[in-house]
């Protein structure tokens, strides 16, 4: 282990991991091989490590999810102050007023800590459905910011817009489909007051990445150049127009190309232009989402990053404007997953393997009295080398095949299918063995690495806690939580503790792009070894689902302390589901369950099976599996 560390700098694991390619300043490795979150960017760094030993000592048991506030916070401060330092030095003649989409992560302390952080630059919320549009109005108390309203809109939806605006608040309802502005003019009728109103328009421009079908002529949402026409006409019949004060177009989520982008912004803007033209009294150019993160380096990665971002998106509304002599619009972005991506991560210990154990070594000694599948088996052994690895592999792979046709044609019974098959498996161990310093090996070998990879036992499930990486396939990064000072000397795939055969990760980023392995120290099981999965703080928390009735995750809410030892403080823990909730959830009454067991086992002390003091015992365990957390503890 010395000469691993002798061999091997954090600087080589930071390479290894990408941390600081996804981290963004955000996180590091420290000097002692920890992994540390940074949340004022590279200054003041917090051992993950240490945060996990004080939750521990605090009776709470992994996995749990560690939210960094001050990520959120300063997320919120750079967005805000980098629209305004641009808009400054492009003399841009509006300001900016952004909202964060609730839906990337609902939770309360998440919505309130982006609130408190933006109330200083009037930083507002957007709300997509009813109960989302309910949240918003108790959340967003600054008069001064925005209330932006998405999604399916019914008469309640847009009477609680009614609502917003007639206590003082900035509402903005946004036409998404035609019919909703018959809904708006018949909620509004007779009304000293109206919400403000938005439309939003289906661009022709084309996004890219993941999410591309949310936007151009088939998009879910938005008036077709047609509609947009007859919008305008109707709002001017109705004498409604006035209120018309917000222009929005969505060009996807997390967009890789920042080409993309400049093209939407570019259309965008010219129909900013056009609707003054047909008198519409617009102040809001809103640029929707979009802003993609880092995850990893493959083709869905973004090739720019937030400046550049906001770069494009005020000079081009800025040119646009001056070109065609129009006032400049203030600019409304809805961004979120780069706001709330970074400021949380899951830590969840490794408690085993599902790598079966090793093969027996059979006779390898060629004899005349061999089935002739064995005899063929034995000489794969025999002359494998590495000139003709690939071969024996190959001839190996057909011999199991024709083993296993064999056997289920009554030809081979069990304990000579048993002996072949540990002859292939030891093959198979060899041509690893001999290949193990081969980067470039043929794809059949690349995919016999992945299949004996060691298949790490991790205490979460993926469907809760990364529903992204089963769902669309998402790279999240995947990062040892310690040792990260010596040289990672196995291979390895994940797999959650559900029943399902998809609970698993099992493709990684790397400094050469996607690997379907990931680089582990070599531990004893027993022995504490933490692995931490980043970027979850977007979407990940509430489309988590309940499969195998795993509920939610502990949470440990961190906030910077520099006068503390140790650097930080835990603010807030929030315990997960019991198992008694999620039941609950699930329609179930813990109480009735309870009160059926001790039914049943007082049934069998009656009948002289159980003695009466081993069933007060079986009762009262299953009464309290019921109020434990739902993953091993």
Same mark, same amino acid.
């Given at each position: 282990?010395?000469?691993?560390?002798?061999?091997?700098?954090?600087?080589?694991?930071?390479?290894?991991?990408?941390?600081?390619?996804?981290?963004?300043?955000?996180?590091?490795?420290?000097?002692?091989?920890?992994?540390?979150?940074?949340?004022?960017?590279?200054?003041? %760094?917090?051992?993950?490590?240490?945060?996990?030993?004080?939750?521990?000592?605090?009776?709470?048991?992994?996995?749990? @999810?560690?939210?960094?506030?001050?990520?959120?916070?300063?997320? @919120?401060?750079? /967005?805000?102050?980098?629209?305004?330092?641009?808009?400054?030095?492009?003399?841009?003649?509006?300001?900016?007023?952004?909202?964060?989409?609730?839906?990337?992560?609902?939770?309360?302390?998440?919505?309130?800590?982006?609130?408190?952080?933006?109330?200083?630059?009037?930083?507002?919320?957007?709300?997509?459905?009813?109960?989302?549009?309910?949240?918003?109005?108790?959340?967003?108390?600054?008069?001064? =910011?925005?209330?932006?309203?998405?999604?399916?809109?019914?008469?309640?939806?847009?009477?609680?817009? #009614?609502?917003?605006?007639?206590?003082?608040?900035?509402? @903005?309802?946004?036409?998404?489909?035609?019919?909703?502005? /018959?809904?708006? #003019?018949?909620?509004?009728?007779?009304?000293?007051?109206?919400?403000?109103?938005?439309?939003?328009?289906? /661009?022709?421009?084309?996004?890219?990445?993941?999410?591309?079908?949310?936007?151009?002529?088939?998009?879910?949402?938005?008036?077709?150049?047609?509609?947009?026409?007859?919008?305008?006409?109707?709002?001017?019949?109705?004498?409604?127009?006035?209120?018309?004060?917000?222009?929005?177009?969505?060009?996807?989520? %997390?967009?890789?190309?920042?080409?993309?982008?400049?093209?939407?912004?570019?259309?965008?803007?010219?129909?900013?232009?056009?609707?003054?033209?047909?008198?519409? *009294?617009?102040?809001?150019?809103?640029?929707?989402?979009?802003?993609?993160?880092?995850?990893?380096?493959?083709?869905?990665?973004?090739?720019?990053? #937030?400046?550049?971002?906001?770069?494009?998106?005020?000079?081009?509304?800025?040119?646009?404007?001056?070109?065609?002599?129009?006032?400049?619009? =203030?600019?409304?972005?809805?961004?979120?997953?780069?706001?709330?991506?970074?400021? =949380?991560?899951?830590?969840?210990?490794?408690?085993?393997?599902a790598k079966p154990k090793p093969p027996k070594m059979e006779n390898i000694e060629r004899n005349p009295d061999d089935h002739l599948l064995l005899k063929k088996m034995k000489d794969c052994y025999l002359e494998l080398n590495f000139s003709n690895y690939l071969d024996v592999y190959n001839d190996a792979c057909l011999y199991k095949e024709e083993t296993l046709s064999a056997f289920k044609l009554g030809v081979l019974d069990l304990r000579q299918r048993v002996v072949i098959e540990n002859l292939y498996?030891?093959?198979?161990? %060899?041509? /690893?063995?001999?290949?193990?310093?081969?980067?470039?090996?043929? *794809?059949?070998?690349?995919?016999?690495?992945?299949?004996?990879?060691?298949?790490?036992?991790?205490?979460?499930?993926?469907?809760? =806690?990364?529903?992204?990486?089963?769902?669309?396939?998402?790279?999240?990064?995947?990062?040892?939580?310690?040792?990260?000072?010596?040289?990672?000397?196995?291979?390895?795939? #994940?797999?959650?503790?559900?029943?399902?055969?998809?609970?698993?990760?099992?493709?990684?980023?790397?400094?050469?792009?996607?690997?379907?392995?990931? *680089?582990?120290?070599?531990?004893?099981?027993?022995?504490?070894?933490?692995?931490?999965?980043?970027?979850?703080?977007?979407?990940?928390?509430?489309?988590?689902?309940?499969?195998?009735?795993?509920?939610?995750?502990?949470?440990?809410?961190?906030?910077?302390?520099?006068?503390? *030892?140790?650097?930080?403080?835990?603010?807030?823990?929030?315990?997960?589901?019991?198992?008694?909730?999620?039941?609950?959830?699930?329609?179930?009454?813990?109480?009735?369950?309870?009160?059926?067991?001790?039914?049943? @086992?007082?049934?069998?002390?009656?009948?002289?099976?159980?003695?009466?003091?081993?069933?007060?015992?079986?009762?009262?365990?299953?009464?309290?599996?019921?109020?434990?957390?739902?993953?091993?503890?």
């Amino acid at each position: 282990m010395s000469s691993n560390k002798n061999n091997w700098k954090v600087e080589d694991s930071d390479h290894l991991y990408q941390v600081s390619r996804w981290g963004e300043g955000y996180f590091a490795i420290n000097n002692k091989g920890e992994l540390v979150v940074t949340p004022e960017k590279n200054e003041h %760094q917090i051992s993950l490590n240490a945060i996990i030993e004080e939750a521990q000592k605090d009776r709470l048991s992994l996995p749990f @999810v560690i939210r960094f506030h001050d990520v959120l916070r300063s997320q @919120v401060v750079k /967005l805000n102050k980098t629209f305004k330092k641009v808009m400054e030095q492009a003399k841009y003649q509006g300001d900016y007023f952004g909202v964060y989409p609730i839906k990337v992560n609902q939770l309360r302390e998440v919505v309130e800590e982006i609130v408190d952080a933006g109330s200083e630059f009037n930083y507002g919320l957007e709300a997509g459905s009813k109960t989302e549009l309910l949240t918003v109005l108790a959340q967003n108390t600054n008069e001064k =910011s925005l209330t932006i309203l998405n999604g399916y809109k019914d008469k309640e939806y847009l009477e609680l817009a #009614l609502l917003g605006t007639k206590i003082g608040r900035n509402m @903005v309802v946004v036409i998404e489909k035609y019919s909703e502005i /018959l809904n708006l #003019l018949e909620v509004v009728e007779g009304e000293e007051q109206c919400p403000m109103i938005g439309v939003r328009v289906k /661009l022709n421009s084309k996004s890219s990445g993941k999410w591309a079908e949310s936007s151009g002529d088939f998009a879910k949402f938005g008036l077709t150049v047609s509609e947009l026409v007859d919008f305008i006409d109707l709002l001017k019949r109705e004498n409604k127009l006035q209120y018309l004060k917000l222009f929005h177009f969505h060009a996807g989520s %997390q967009i890789p190309d920042i080409k993309t982008i400049k093209e939407c912004i570019t259309e965008g803007a010219r129909f900013y232009t056009e609707l003054i033209k047909l008198g519409a *009294p617009l102040e809001y150019f809103d640029a929707g989402g979009g802003v993609g993160i880092n995850y990893e380096s493959s083709a869905y990665s973004i090739n720019y990053n #937030l400046d550049n971002y906001i770069e494009d998106v005020v000079y081009i509304i800025r040119d646009i404007c001056d070109e065609k002599k129009i006032k400049h619009p =203030s600019i409304v972005t809805e961004t979120g997953r780069a706001i709330a991506a970074q400021h =949380s991560c899951v830590v969840t210990n490794v408690f085993g393997s599902a790598k079966p154990k090793p093969p027996k070594m059979e006779n390898i000694e060629r004899n005349p009295d061999d089935h002739l599948l064995l005899k063929k088996m034995k000489d794969c052994y025999l002359e494998l080398n590495f000139s003709n690895y690939l071969d024996v592999y190959n001839d190996a792979c057909l011999y199991k095949e024709e083993t296993l046709s064999a056997f289920k044609l009554g030809v081979l019974d069990l304990r000579q299918r048993v002996v072949i098959e540990n002859l292939y498996w030891n093959v198979c161990q %060899q041509i /690893l063995t001999m290949t193990e310093n081969t980067e470039d090996v043929h *794809p059949e070998i690349e995919q016999l690495r992945t299949n004996m990879a060691d298949k790490l036992l991790c205490n979460f499930s993926l469907f809760q =806690s990364a529903p992204d990486s089963w769902a669309i396939g998402q790279v999240l990064p995947v990062v040892p939580i310690t040792r990260l000072d010596e040289r990672p000397t196995h291979e390895c795939t #994940l797999a959650d503790i559900t029943c399902d055969s998809d609970g698993k990760i099992s493709e990684f980023s790397g400094p050469d792009g996607l690997k379907k392995t990931m *680089p582990i120290h070599k531990f004893e099981y027993g022995e504490d070894y933490n692995i931490g999965l980043f970027l979850t703080g977007a979407y990940q928390d509430t489309m988590g689902d309940m499969h195998n009735l795993f509920g939610r995750l502990n949470e440990v809410h961190v906030y910077i302390d520099k006068d503390d *030892p140790k650097g930080f403080y835990i603010e807030e823990v929030i315990f997960g589901n019991s198992a008694a909730q999620v039941l609950e959830i699930m329609q179930y009454s813990p109480f009735e369950m309870a009160r059926k067991i001790k039914s049943t @086992v007082d049934k069998k002390i009656k009948e002289g099976k159980i003695k009466p003091r081993e069933g007060i015992k079986l009762v009262d365990y299953f009464e309290n599996s019921l109020k434990g957390y739902t993953y091993l503890e």
